[in-house]
Nanobody, 124 residues
């Protein structure tokens, strides 16, 4: 019913910046919006970590490890959530993926799921 596609990953030097995008689109029809979206990351051999989240009332939360460096935002017109990552560090290297709750209609129907992820590599 819904597809989440991440993009924007890549290789960057320590101290650099990247902006990740997560676009939500309906596969069988239009979607009505994003209720909430979370960005996760997972490095090889580590547990999946919640990095940032945003809700449809604009509320945001961040992991302590990224506070002050990462900013999550949403463009409701484009059904897109962004993760602006500044002052990147080698320990930020991971596959970043989005998981969210998407509104399917104006009757309260929702879909929950995630995307495939995008690789972020920060060199020292």
């Amino acid at each position: 019913q819904v597809q989440l596609v991440e993009s924007g990953g890549g290789l960057v030097q320590s101290g650099g910046s990247l902006r990740l995008s997560c676009v939500a689109s309906g596969t069988t029809g239009p979607i009505f919006g994003i209720n909430e979206m979370e960005w996760y990351r997972q490095a090889p051999g580590t547990q999946r970590e919640l990095v940032a989240e945003i809700t449809n009332d604009g509320g945001t939360k961040y992991a302590d490890s990224v506070k002050g460096r990462f900013t999550v935002s949403v463009d409701n017109a484009r059904n897109t959530v962004y993760l602006q990552m500044n002052n990147l560090k080698p320990e930020d290297t991971a596959v970043y993926s989005c998981t969210g709750v998407i509104r399917l209609d104006d009757m309260g129907s929702t879909w929950w799921g995630g995307g495939q992820g995008t690789q972020v590599t920060v060199s020292s």
